[in-house]
């Protein structure tokens, strides 16, 4: 059964950093898009960064482009999230997502940050920034 756990969350201040990681089991993350999602109190799940399988390109919401980092560790089948200069509002749960249908080409290996078309969701990781 493919299974995700995220761990890394916690609090922390404002202009503060934080290293969400994601580990994958009862799969392989070679050829898969992988994802990081949030979810505030009273909000949708919006996508926060995605990256391809092959190719290593990436996606992030506009809110953190230049203060997150996706990356994928195949090695370790793992996913992380660099998270710095943390604002109040990047408050919520975090979640990994991948996409478990394989991207063997170019063409298919295209990332979104919708939660369509990710099947593997994790549990999700608090993320509070407050001071």
């Known amino acids: 059964q493919p299974h995700l756990v995220e761990s890394g969350g916690g609090l922390v201040q404002p202009g503060g950093s934080l290293r969400l990681s994601c580990v994958a089991s009862?799969?392989?993350?070679?050829?898969?898009?992988v994802g990081w999602f949030r979810q505030a109190p009273g909000k949708e799940r919006e996508g926060v960064s995605c990256?391809?399988?092959?190719?290593?390109?990436?996606k992030y919401a506009e809110s953190v482009k230049g203060r997150f980092t996706i990356a994928r560790d195949n090695a370790r089948n793992s996913v992380y999230l660099e998270m710095n200069s943390l604002k109040p509002e990047d408050t919520g749960v975090y979640f990994c997502?991948?996409?478990?249908?394989?991207?063997?080409?170019?063409?298919?290996?295209?990332?979104?940050?919708?939660?369509?078309?990710?099947?593997?969701w994790g549990q999700g990781t608090q993320v509070t920034v407050s001071s």
């Open positions: 997502a991948v996409d478990t249908t394989p991207r063997y080409t170019t063409a298919q290996d295209t990332c979104v940050l919708t939660p369509f078309p990710f099947r593997s």
């Open positions: 009862g799969f392989t993350l070679d050829y898969k898009v």
């Open positions: 990256m391809t399988s092959s190719s290593g390109s990436t």
